[in-house]
């Protein structure tokens, strides 16, 4: 018998259907977890409140249906084909959610055992950063973002969707960690465990970077970028993505994942014109899409200028801070002082964000 601990993190599949069970259990392997199996309810009622998630065969339904089990959540039902409307009845009798057939549905399935490995609901919060113009500090931002939040004790991943930047892990200074870069992801669809990327990725305490080698790869397949930062965002406390200002298949679907996506422009003419054209990119697939201001500009162009002039919520401005442009180049990263500007924005911008999506 496993313990309750034991339990808490792994599904129960109830069947006595053999070909179906034989089918649930090679899904639940795909998702890297191992589930309790049940063929009668007594054995079921011991991990019933326990276990991370519920699949009941459609085979042993009325029976559960029958003896009133307590009500709980994460309950579906499998069925080796189409259900029909008995199995329906006795579905919302035990308080399942969903009713899935075989073959068809199995990529819910799999991503219901997926969330017994990486924790059922989780979801990060997630910091996209682009930039309005070139030279506009946006890598500088994103890295600084990564680096605070790390400083905070948040399990923080940083992903360098831009694959002309030169690879943010230069900026860094780990481009000679070992761990996967994006060529050895460029391939990965469907869904990726967690955990399995967490630890394969190179990591300082508490930050993870995920950025590109010197190689030639310069496009993503959208499947790839959606299955990393839906990984990123089930096993990080916080994400933030470095954006090309223009964006590709696989840029847009990071961005249409994001909590907020900022965009960050130097207080000077031209560069607010420049972003007016980011805008009209970006607008329509991010979420919700906020301003940074970098102010210093000889122009004197004031934040709140700016902010009217684009249309978007000002979110932080900050002042020049010398000697961040030298550490990039050194590889020291952008945070030389931690009372400098950059830290002070990238501290204001995570309260505001986390304050808002309750994860503070």
Known sequence: MTSTEERGTRPLIMTTDEVLLDDLLRLSAAA???????????????????????????????????????RRGG????????????????????????????????????DLFGDCVDGAGRSAVTIGVVGGCGGSGSTSFA????????????????????????????????????????????????????PTLR???????????LSWDRGDLLCLPPESMRSVVSAGQRGHDLVVVDLPRRLDAAAEEAVIRTTVTL???????????????VVSAVRDVAPRLGLV????????????????????????????????TAALQDGLGPLRRRRGALSSCCNLVLDAVQTESGAA
């Open 32 to 70: 890297g977890t191992t589930p309790e199996v049940a063929r009668d309810v007594a054995s079921a009622r011991r991990a019933w409140s326990t276990a991370a998630a519920v699949v009941i065969g459609s085979d042993v339904v009325s029976l559960v249906a029958d003896v009133r089990l307590p």
């Open 293 to 324: 201001v970098r102010t210093g500009g000889s122009a004197g162009l004031d934040a709140h200028q700016i902010e009217a002039s684009l249309d978007l919520e000002l979110w932080a401005s900050m002042r020049p801070e010398r000697g961040i």
């Open 75 to 110: 309950v579906v039902v499998a069925c080796p084909r189409a259900a029909d409307a008995a199995v329906w009845a006795h579905a919302v009798g035990v308080g399942a959610v969903d009713v899935l057939a075989l073959p068809g549905q199995q990529a819910t399935l799999i």
């Open 263 to 277: 965009l960050v422009v130097p207080a000077q003419v031209r560069a607010v014109a420049a972003a007016s054209r």
């Open 199 to 209: 630890e394969a990725l190179p990591r300082s305490r508490e930050l993870a970077v």
């Open 143 to 194: 890295a600084g973002l990564g680096l605070t939040g790390a400083g905070r004790d948040l399990t923080t991943l940083l992903i360098d969707a831009d694959p002309l930047g030169g690879g943010i892990d230069l900026a860094m200074g780990n481009e000679h960690m070992a761990g996967l870069r994006w060529p050895d992801l460029a391939r990965s669809t469907g869904r990726l465990a967690a």
